[in-house]
């Protein structure tokens, strides 16, 4: 069972808000990612990392930013949270190019 | 780049019925191909995935997919679906470097008893 673990679960936040979102992977992957979903749409990745001090943008625009200063550690922050925001935001890790992601069970967040 | 398209947004069978759903994908290199699962307010989970060798790939609660390289296709099959398999299912594609994934809409399988 992958351990990859996504804190909080549910949070519901008002607007202009700072939030951060927490990831934490216990597998030692280097390549971390974060993805948004929403009802009946694809997989939108948001952002990745090949490893420490490595963060690139993903194919969805996003307000977000990620920093990666440990291997196991991936948060996302917003700085200023509005109701656009609102959707489910999973976090995802994988070892080697042809291994499959891992992923935490997502924080599905509501701005309000 | 690459692309994946999953036929059907829902899909309903009974309980004892073949489970077929359908994926294309395109992509401008050998494709890695995947299958996940996600179940009601969980993460994707793995079913099964292409990288190379055989392309009958057998995967997780008896589901299997065949690489069909000339038809660009990746369907998902199980001879006979289970109450518990219904959830939403989603066919991924690797990226030309092979750092990351893209995503179909994902197909929702609905069983009825």
């Known amino acids: 069972e992958a351990d990859i673990y996504q804190t909080p679960r549910y949070l519901v936040i008002g607007t202009g808000k700072k939030i951060t979102l927490e990831c934490s992977q216990t597998?030692?992957?280097?390549?971390m990612y974060w993805y948004q979903q929403d009802p009946g749409m694809e997989l939108h990745l948001i952002h990745y990392?090949?490893?420490?001090?490595?963060?690139e943008k993903g194919d969805l625009s996003s307000e977000s930013t990620v920093s990666r200063i440990r291997t196991e550690h991936f948060p996302l922050t917003l700085e200023s949270a509005r109701p656009s925001h609102t959707s489910q935001y999973l976090c995802?890790?994988?070892?080697?190019?042809?291994?499959?992601?891992?992923f935490g069970n997502g924080t599905r967040l509501t701005v309000t | 780049a690459q692309s994946v398209t999953q036929l059907g947004s829902h899909v309903s069978v009974s309980e004892g019925a073949l489970v077929l759903l359908r994926c294309n994908y395109s992509?401008?290199?050998?494709?890695?191909l995947f299958w996940y699962v996600q179940y009601p307010n969980q993460g994707l989970q793995l079913l099964l995935k292409?990288?190379?060798?055989?392309?009958l790939v057998k995967g997780i609660n008896g589901f299997e997919a065949e690489f069909k390289k000339s038809e660009t296709s990746f369907h998902l099959t199980k001879p006979s679906a289970h109450m518990s398999d219904a959830a939403e299912y989603f066919c991924?594609?690797?990226?030309?470097?092979?750092?990351?994934?893209?995503f179909g809409k994902g197909t929702m399988l609905l069983v009825s008893p």
């Open positions: 995802a890790s994988r070892g080697q190019d042809s291994s499959p992601l891992h």
């Open positions: 597998m030692g992957h280097d390549k």
């Open positions: 990392s090949y490893g420490v001090n490595s963060t």
């Open positions: 992509s401008s290199v050998p494709p890695y």
């Open positions: 292409y990288t190379t060798g055989a392309t």
């Open positions: 991924a594609v690797s990226d030309q470097g092979y750092s990351t994934l893209t």
